[in-house]
């Protein structure tokens, strides 16, 4: 765990426990390519939150290191059990497939979630359908929802 400005941020084996200023946000969803994530740590710098990233360099392939796969699942669950509000960006294709599992867990748990996709994405009516969520069409579009959920938890 490390803080950076006024942000609190969280990477794969941080503890999630001690001080973590709220609200807790797990950004969850494409982890191949650029990271998106970098974008929210920029905007949001001057705001006291805990942004909880699961992305992991380098990524862990499930069929060649089995037990190091079933380790990061496990700390997701958890961090996505710690966090307040999850924030999904979805890449193009079939990809993302854990962050569709998340973002079902975390509706099941009544937590509030945030989509974008990018264009491209397959599936985004299948998650529209079932979930009811607005699907942010650009990251801006994601970020600036964000800011709205941000302004509204500190009026409210």
């Known amino acids: 765990m490390k803080t950076f400005g006024m942000y609190t941020l969280i990477k794969p084996d941080d503890a999630l426990t001690g001080r973590m200023p709220a609200p807790r946000v797990y950004l969850g969803g494409q982890s191949r390519g650029r990271d998106w994530r970098n974008d929210f740590f920029q905007r949001f710098s001057r705001m006291e939150l805990t942004f909880i990233n699961p992305r992991r360099e380098p990524f862990i392939d499930p069929e060649l290191e089995p037990a190091a796969h079933a ?10 059990d710690v966090a307040d509000i999850g924030v999904f960006w979805l890449g193009d294709g079939l990809s993302n497939q854990a962050a569709r599992v998340e973002i079902g867990y975390m509706l099941g748990a009544q937590k ?24 942010a069409p650009t990251l801006e579009g994601l970020m600036n929802r964000f800011a709205s959920v941000l302004s509204g938890l500190q009026t409210g």
């Open 112 to 135: 509030p979630v945030l989509l974008g996709a990018q264009q491209g994405f397959m599936g985004v009516e299948h998650l529209v359908g079932f979930s009811g969520l607005v699907v």
């Open 71 to 80: 380790k990061q699942v496990a700390w997701e669950r958890s961090a996505l």
